[in-house]
């Protein structure tokens, strides 16, 4: 593959349950789509991550094995160049991807449409390092964009600011595990930034809305001029979200294979893999003071498709994964990483299914929630919406009746999710009873619906 072009410079419970309509709002000024790119962000909840590239013919992960190989064995950096001569995904179904997400009750698709690597899964103009450049020829995004709209289905695009194959992020005759970080000193670095904002522009221009541009600009952010990226996504699609990591916070923040210990608000240190999280509020903070965040998780260990893991993740710990994750205010992009043929593994579609299966019944519990009134109970979770208080029930109780603690709001209702049943209930000093007997608890969670309206 060729290298690519150098481009000229210029190319409280009832403050709780009010939150979802306040979300987003102490943004800065003029940027009137704030509040409702942020609502329908929250509305959504739960989104399919895509992990797909020509490093799935050698069940290594995106980008890595380059940037820091192994001592021993892996793969060189030639053999992972040359990957892209034989990549030819020919069972690609984009519409079956999007059945998929749609019966796993996913509500937005995320595609890598650039990784760190610098191959481009869309018809780049300003590389030769791209999918239509592949003996499969085609551009996958634009199929995926295509099955996506008339599966009604937002789709947004992972673009990775680092590219180890452009020679304005860094000089190209060493290996990349000498200078991935990019090499911002050089004087090639304007150029590289011009060319970085001319793919984010045709990604911008081409497929379609974009419901997210979710970068990933590994460390030293700030030399990616994130403010520059931003201008531009907001000037060509003001409802396009986007992450924090091109040096500014933008709409939401990502902590990456892991929750965060409490509920993000603004100005917390929230980091990507770092578990040491700072400022968080192990109570529900305020509305205006809420930070809104998404984390990211594979269902095995890798991102990328790897026929030798195995370690996949249980149907209970991803639904109970997507319930911690809403109960504190959170999306949940949960990231699949096609075969080299373009199909998803069944192990994967076995668990999405089984998801979905639960969000059929629960789904009211998730979509649209924001973060629960009690956020201490060690035996469920809970959500929000519209004044009820969803309560995700992991461990239940042997006998009758549940009791519930710190239930301050006024109880109107209780009703099992599972077939509308309503339930007996009583409260007497903040402390919720409810009569479960008879009731066969779900084995991943068993949600109620308090209603304080």
Not at 153 to 164: C, E, H, V
Not at 198 to 222: K, N, S
Not at 287 to 314: G, H, L, V
Not at 438 to 451: E, R, S, Y
Request: proline residues 8%.
């Amino acid at each position: 593959m060729t290298a690519t072009r150098l481009l000229r410079p210029g190319c409280a419970a009832l403050a709780v349950l009010a939150a979802v309509s306040l979300m987003g709002l102490a943004y800065a000024d003029g940027d009137r789509d704030a509040a409702d790119r942020l609502k329908r962000f929250n509305d959504l909840k739960f989104g399919m991550f895509i992990h797909w590239g020509p490093y799935s013919l050698a069940s290594v992960e995106a980008s890595w094995p380059i940037m820091t190989p192994p001592k021993s064995g892996g793969i060189t950096e030639a053999e992972y160049r040359a990957l892209p001569q034989r990549f030819n995904p020919v069972t690609f179904d984009p519409k079956a991807w999007v059945r998929l997400a749609r019966a796993a009750g996913q509500r937005y698709m995320v595609l890598t449409s650039k990784h760190h690597d610098g191959f481009c899964m869309f018809d780049s103009a300003f590389t030769d390092y791209k999918i239509t450049k592949t003996p499969y020829g085609k551009d996958v995004a634009a199929m995926l964009a295509q099955a996506a709209r008339e599966g009604q289905m937002p789709l947004g695009f992972y673009y990775s600011p680092p590219d180890l194959n452009h020679p304005g992020f860094r000089d190209i005759s060493r290996p990349s595990s000498e200078n991935w970080r990019g090499e911002p000193a050089r004087p090639e670095w304007p150029l590289y930034l011009s060319y970085m904002e001319l793919q984010v522009r045709e990604l911008l221009t081409r497929y379609g809305d974009v419901f997210v541009v979710w970068f990933d600009g590994l460390g030293q952010q700030e030399k990616y001029d994130g403010t520059r990226f931003l201008r531009t996504i907001r000037e060509l699609q003001p409802m396009a979200l986007v992450n924090n990591r091109v040096g500014l916070t933008a709409d939401f923040v990502t902590p990456e294979q892991r929750l965060p210990k409490g509920i993000p608000v603004k100005g917390a240190r929230v980091g990507m893999t770092n578990p040491d999280d700072a400022g968080l509020s192990a109570e529900p903070p305020s509305p205006e003071a809420f930070q809104p965040w998404e984390t990211c998780m594979t269902i095995n260990q890798t991102w990328a498709y790897n026929a030798n893991d195995r370690a996949f993740k249980s149907t209970t710990e991803l639904i109970r994964t997507l319930v911690e994750v809403a109960s504190r205010g959170g999306n949940f992009l949960l990231n699949v990483g096609p075969t080299p043929e373009g199909a998803i593994q069944p192990e994967f579609e076995e668990r999405l299914l089984a998801i979905g299966a639960w969000l059929k019944v629960n789904g009211e519990a998730i979509y649209g929630t924001t973060y629960g009134p009690l956020q201490q109970l060690p035996f469920a979770r809970t959500t929000a919406k519209d004044g009820t208080i969803f309560l995700h029930v992991f461990d239940w109780p042997a006998q009758s009746p549940l009791t519930v603690p710190g239930v301050g709001a006024n109880v109107r209702a209780v009703r099992l999710l599972a077939g509308n049943r309503p339930l007996e209930f009583a409260q007497k000093a903040g402390v919720l009873t409810v009569q479960s007997g008879g009731i066969t608890p779900d084995p991943h969670a068993t949600v109620l619906a308090i209603d304080t309206r």
